[in-house]
């Protein structure tokens, strides 16, 4: 056969899914999604899971040994244990045992994933990724420092503060009283670093306070708490690099009293409205901020922009940005642009474009310096 007959050559996608957070079942639902949707003509899909305890796997059926394991059941033949889980191999990718790829989705979420941990290691073996780089990875997971960048923007947001684990522990009332002070009932707390709505609560009074503090401090060591307003929330997705856009916002009518874990991902009652009955003025501004968030990060791929629209005033506040947000056919990132006029498998071509993109961008920097040319 000539190569002009030949079919052309499929792409090499490693799908990365799994991963040491609480967000690690998520992941799962993500990345069956993403499987079942890529064509299978254009891209050969190689699967690469990662255990709730660190440990990199490849090989046959890897989507359901994960979920086995997840479940407590030992991961079983037809896996390639490709990193131990110890922290002097935890992060070894299985390139040696998958053969060369061309470009790696990372369907993780949450810590140890969506955090630049990943990306950071995809930068230094040279592999072009999907979503945001290391700095607007790691930014974009903690809200604290997010909310920062935000204020830096001038981009506006409800009044928080920030604690340590240490301080909580060790000034429990001092905290409690700090968070009275400046703020007032109801209010949301938070581990700064994890997300699909993992260990958030919604204090009413101090009891509330005190308990959600406990549990937000045992997923990581800063928790933010937020001012509480009524509020309907609406959520955009953007996509691009350099020059991204952003697609209709939809509306969140949870089944319980906010977004929780459980409205997100187990009463599967939650409603979502798309498009968001929004004044034009109203959708305008929530895309033109989304926007503006993505790029005071210099995010790139993807991210989902959440927002609470003020009840009483109609003001529109930014709450967060999700880097990698929940992928599944049913997630409100991918609905978002369906209702845009692009498909699930047309958004997931969309985002590997975008990564060969900005990798091929990476590569126009010089990365040496020839110090007999210096001035």
């Not at 030949?6 to 040491?20: A, N, T």
């Not at 790696?104 to 941990?117: A, R």
């Not at 939650?270 to 503006?292: F, G, K, N, W, Y």
Request: charged residues 20%; aromatic residues 8%; negative net charge.
């Amino acid at each position: 056969m000539s190569q002009q007959n030949q079919p052309p050559k499929k792409i090499r996608v490693g799908l990365v899914f799994g991963g040491r957070s609480g967000e690690h079942e998520v992941s799962l639902t993500s990345a069956k999604g993403i499987m079942q949707a890529m064509d299978p003509a254009r891209y050969e899909i190689v699967p690469i899971g990662i255990t709730k305890a660190g440990q990199w796997l490849t090989g046959e059926n890897i989507h359901q040994r994960l979920i086995e394991a997840a479940a407590g059941h030992p991961v079983l033949a037809h896996t390639t244990a490709v990193a131990e889980p110890s922290p002097e191999s935890r992060l070894a990718l299985p390139i040696s045992e998958t053969g060369p790829l061309d470009v790696i989705f990372p369907v993780l979420h949450g810590p140890f994933g969506e955090d630049g941990t990943v990306q950071g290691f995809l930068e230094l073996v040279g592999l072009p990724y999907v979503g945001a780089g290391v700095t607007a990875s790691a930014v974009g997971m903690d809200k604290a420092l997010c909310k920062r960048i935000f204020e830096a923007h001038g981009l506006p947001i409800l009044p928080y503060r920030v604690f340590l684990r240490r301080q909580w522990r060790s000034q429990p009332e001092t905290v409690l009283d700090v968070c009275e002070a400046g703020l007032t009932y109801p209010m949301f707390v938070k581990p700064a670093n994890l997300g699909s709505s993992v260990g958030v609560h919604k204090a009413k009074n101090r009891d509330d306070l005190r308990t959600g503090l406990a549990d937000a401090a045992q997923y990581d060591r800063k928790v933010v708490v937020e001012q509480g307003i009524e509020a309907r929330e609406i959520e955009v997705s953007v996509l691009g690099n350099d020059d991204p856009i952003a697609s209709v916002p939809g509306e969140i009518i949870a089944s319980r009293e906010f977004y929780s874990y459980a409205a997100k991902y187990i009463d599967n009652s939650s409603e979502l409205l798309i498009p968001a009955p929004l004044s034009p003025a109203q959708t305008e501004q929530a895309r033109q901020l989304a926007v503006a968030a993505f790029q005071a990060l210099d995010a790139a791929g993807l991210a989902r922009c959440d927002f609470l629209l003020d009840k009483a005033d109609g003001r529109l506040y930014l709450n967060e940005i999700n880097t990698m947000p929940g992928f599944t056919p049913i997630s409100m990132y991918p609905k978002l642009w369906e209702a845009s006029g692009l498909t699930y498998s047309e958004l997931i071509d969309r985002l590997i474009e975008l990564a060969l993109e900005r990798f091929d961008d990476k590569q126009q920097s010089k990365t040496t310096f020839d110090v007999d040319q210096a001035e």
